[in-house]
Structure formats: structure tokens, C-alpha cells
């Protein structure tokens, strides 16, 4: 349904155009994505730099979409208000906060090499009627870094093929174990982040209470769950036996994770 709020001011279901319309800093992250991989490709001046644009833009790009994928099917399921929160423009600042949208996960990629959930959408769930819709909406997310993954895997499957240096498809392994990572501990039946969102609303109300309790301190679970060594090593295992499974070569990311950290160099 479309009709007009002001004259030249279209609305979809009510709200306006613009709320649809992808931001400036998103399109800047896409425009500086494609540069720095055009930049890798030729091996524009400092290589390691240009592969470290190359996969922190791309990663940022990836968690815009990973966040609108969240906001769509809140949407489409009858969180109307969502577009006009902003969620629908694809700007990373909308997003929480500029410190848990971006700066914190991309500190994790450099330090860790792990696809770090970034920020969070916020959705009225009384808006939107039906348990298995509330679970979609969660599922949303991780399904876009499982998407990314499949696509990132295919490329550096059939890519080199083509010919082109070897920082590229680095940069490209990297960015698919990030997705990689990401898919993993989004799908974490940890409370708060989106594997426990999706299974919340099937809880009996005594155990939702118990989860609604511990969900706003999700974050610092994840951390405390991977600062275990025990529980580190099973992370990665899992990591790694997935990657393997999937063809993505280990010597590949390895070399991108090395490239991206070109102060070392």
C-alpha cells in the first residue's frame, strides 16, 4: 500500500521512502569495500594495507546486512515503527552504538580473527503476533553470514581460476572465516545473542524469565565462554572442522589474518 504524507513524500504502509533508502555511510563502506579489493587485486602500494580496507570494509558491510536482515523480517512480520528507528537504511550507527557496531568488532577481527557479532536490532515484539515469527526474525541475521559464507567459500573454490595475486584470495579466505566464525556463534544457544532468540519464545515462562534475566549480559557471557581454553578449543575445532568440510583452505586465511595485520610487516 503506498500514498502520500506531503505532496512529493511517497509512503509504503505509512512510512516514508527515505526510510528505505540504503544511508551515505553504508554506500561509502560498499564504494571503499570495492576500491580496497580493486586496490589488493593490482597490489596498489602497501599490499598488507590494502588487504586490511580490503576485509574490514567487507566485514563491515557484512554486518549492515547481517543487522537489515533482522529489520526486514521484523518488518514483513508487523514491527511497522522498525523503519522509522532507522533500521531500514542500512547505517551501522543505528545500530546500537558506533563502539559495539563497529569499533569492538573490528578490534576483535584484528586481535582474534573472529567474526564478532556487531550491533543489535531493536524489535517490538508485541507487534509481531506468532512464535515462529519471533524465531525468524532472529534467525534472519546468522542465515546472511551463513548466505555470505557458502558464497565466499565458492569464491576462493573456483576464483583463483581466474588468475589474480594470491592477497586477494587471501583477503577473500579471511573474510569467509569471519562469516564462518560469525555463523557459529550467532547459532550459540547463548542468551541474547540470536541462537538463544530464536529459541525464547518457545520456553515455558518460568525458564523465559530465567533467559529474559541473563539476555541483556549475553555479550559478556560470549567473552567469558571463549576466554575458557577449554571451551576456546572446542570453539575452533568446530570452526575448523566446519571450514574444512566446506573446501575453505586453512594456509589461505591464515595468510590474509597475517596480511590484514600489516604493522607487523
Same mark, same amino acid.
Given at each position: 500500500?503506498?500514498?502520500?504524507d506531503? !505532496?512529493?513524500?511517497? #509512503? ?27 586496490? &589488493?587485486?593490482?597490489?596498489?602500494g $602497501? ?11 567487507g566485514? #563491515?558491510?557484512? #554486518?549492515?546486512?547481517? *543487522? ?5 523480517v ?9 523503519a522509522?528507528?532507522?533500521?531500514? &537504511? ?5 545500530y ?15 586481535l582474534?580473527? =573472529?567474526?564478532? @557479532? ?24 546468522p542465515?546472511? $553470514?551463513?548466505?555470505? &559464507?557458502? #558464497? /565466499? ?7 583463483? *581460476?581466474l588468475?589474480? !595475486?594470491? *592477497?586477494?584470495?587471501?583477503? =577473500?579466505g ?6 564462518? &566464525? ?6 550459540? @544457544?547463548? @542468551? ?21 534475566l541473563?539476555a541483556?549480559?549475553?555479550? =559478556?557471557?560470549?567473552?567469558?565462554? /571463549?576466554?575458557?581454553?577449554?571451551? $576456546? ?15 575453505? @583452505?586453512? *594456509?589461505?586465511?591464515? =595468510?590474509?589474518?597475517a596480511?590484514i ?5
Amino acid at each position: 500500500m503506498t500514498g502520500y504524507d506531503r !505532496p512529493g513524500e511517497p #509512503l509504503v504502509l505509512g512510512v516514508p521512502r527515505a526510510a528505505f533508502r540504503p544511508s551515505p555511510i553504508f554506500l561509502a563502506l560498499v564504494a571503499l569495500f570495492v576500491a580496497s579489493g580493486v586496490m &589488493t587485486w593490482n597490489r596498489y602500494g $602497501n599490499v598488507g594495507f590494502d588487504v586490511f580496507l580490503f576485509v574490514v570494509s567487507g566485514w #563491515l558491510v557484512s #554486518l549492515c546486512l547481517h *543487522e537489515y536482515a533482522h529489520a526486514v523480517v521484523a518488518y514483513r512480520a508487523g514491527d511497522r515503527d522498525i523503519a522509522h528507528r532507522g533500521y531500514l &537504511t542500512l547505517n551501522p550507527l543505528k545500530y546500537t552504538s558506533p563502539l559495539l557496531s563497529i569499533v569492538l568488532p573490528v578490534v576483535v577481527v584484528l586481535l582474534g580473527g =573472529i567474526g564478532l @557479532p556487531g550491533g543489535a536490532v531493536w524489535v517490538d515484539r508485541h507487534a509481531i503476533p506468532g512464535r515462529l515469527r519471533h524465531t525468524l526474525v532472529s534467525l534472519a541475521g546468522p542465515a546472511t $553470514n551463513v548466505l555470505f &559464507t557458502l #558464497l /565466499l567459500v565458492a569464491a576462493v573454490a573456483w576464483g583463483p *581460476e581466474l588468475g589474480g !595475486p594470491l *592477497e586477494f584470495w587471501a583477503g =577473500i579466505g579471511l573474510l569467509a572465516f569471519l562469516q564462518l &566464525t560469525a555463523s557459529v556463534l550467532n547459532l550459540l @544457544p547463548v @542468551p541474547g545473542l540470536d541462537g538463544g532468540n530464536m529459541l525464547q519464545p518457545w520456553l515455558s515462562p518460568a525458564y523465559r524469565r530465567m533467559y529474559d534475566l541473563f539476555a541483556p549480559y549475553g555479550f =559478556i557471557l560470549l567473552f567469558a565462554l /571463549l576466554w575458557s581454553p577449554q571451551i $576456546n578449543r572446542v570453539f575452533f575445532g568446530a570452526v575448523f572442522a566446519v571450514g574444512d568440510a566446506l573446501g575453505l @583452505p586453512r *594456509e589461505l586465511y591464515q =595468510i590474509g589474518y597475517a596480511l590484514i595485520r600489516f604493522w607487523e610487516s
